[in-house]
């Protein structure tokens, strides 16, 4: 069964940092396009951040060059670095297979806020 448990959101002021982590059982990332989504309260789920096999990274117009997706398959598991976060980056995020139609995990919740 595969399973994504996410870590290391948190409440952070603006302008602030935090690294999600993403760890999966059940799949070996490595052989997987993985990505990072978020949910903002009463919208829907958006796709954050990308990273393909192929070593390929796409991002959201609005987090390009404050955040970045990296990968250990050895560990099997994604990270998401979020610099310089604003209040709208308040959401849960959730990583995931864009295609494969995987349960979500729980998510972490990310807030940020003065």
């Known amino acids: 069964q595969v399973q994504f448990v996410e870590s290391g959101g948190g409440l952070v002021q603006p302008g602030g940092s935090l690294r999600l982590s993403c760890a999966a059982s059940?799949?070996?990332?490595?052989?997987?396009?993985m990505a990072w989504y978020r949910q903002a309260p009463g919208k829907q789920r958006e796709l954050v951040a990308h990273?393909?096999?192929?070593?390929?990274?796409k991002y959201l117009d609005s987090v390009k060059g404050r955040f970045t997706i990296s990968r250990d398959n050895a560990k099997n598991t994604v990270y998401l670095q979020m610099n310089s976060l604003k209040p709208e980056d308040t959401a849960v995020y959730y990583c995931?297979?864009?295609?494969?139609?995987?349960?979500w995990g729980q998510g972490t919740q990310v807030t940020v806020s003065s």
């Open positions: 990273s393909t096999t192929m070593s390929s990274l």
């Open positions: 059940g799949i070996i990332i490595g052989f997987y396009d």
């Open positions: 995931n297979n864009p295609t494969s139609g995987f349960n």
